[in-house]
């Protein structure tokens, strides 16, 4: 598996969860980065991103809560989760763009939807309870 996800769990709603992902095999120096999930039932959707240069972007929901950031001399990816709300609850991924020194964000629907991430994980757990 190129990239694993960790620090999934269950927490109830105002909690805080910081997900962590680690490349084995691949970098992350130059490449966009993102995290994505998929509640049940339901289609996956983007969630945040990093580029290079360290611009994030955010989809609407989780703004002012989540922060994506990115080691990269660690080869990790990190997503703080913070003022969890039950429909936080999903299936998390990360994943790495096709191409290195591609900006990417989730203004582009490519980036939202998926297609433009080539390296993915295996995904972590989140649950949140009311």
């Known amino acids: 598996v190129p990239l694993v996800e960790s620090g999934g769990g269950s927490v109830q709603a105002g909690g805080s969860l910081r997900l962590s992902c680690a490349a084995s095999g691949y970098t992350y120096s130059g490449y966009c980065l993102g995290w994505f999930r998929q509640p049940p039932g339901k289609e996956r959707e983007g969630v945040a991103t990093i580029n290079t240069d360290g611009s994030t972007s955010y989809t609407d929901s989780v703004k002012g809560r989540f922060a994506i950031s990115r080691d990269n001399a660690k080869n990790t990816l990190y997503l703080q989760m913070n003022s969890l709300k039950p429909e936080d609850t999903a299936m998390y991924y990360c994943?790495?763009?096709?191409?290195?020194?591609?900006?990417?964000?989730?203004?582009?629907?490519?980036?939202?939807?998926?297609?433009?991430?080539?390296?993915w994980g295996q995904g972590t757990q989140v649950t949140v309870s009311s």
């Open positions: 994943a790495r763009h096709w191409r290195a020194w591609t900006p990417c964000g989730l203004a582009d629907e490519r980036t939202r939807a998926g297609t433009a991430f080539g390296i």
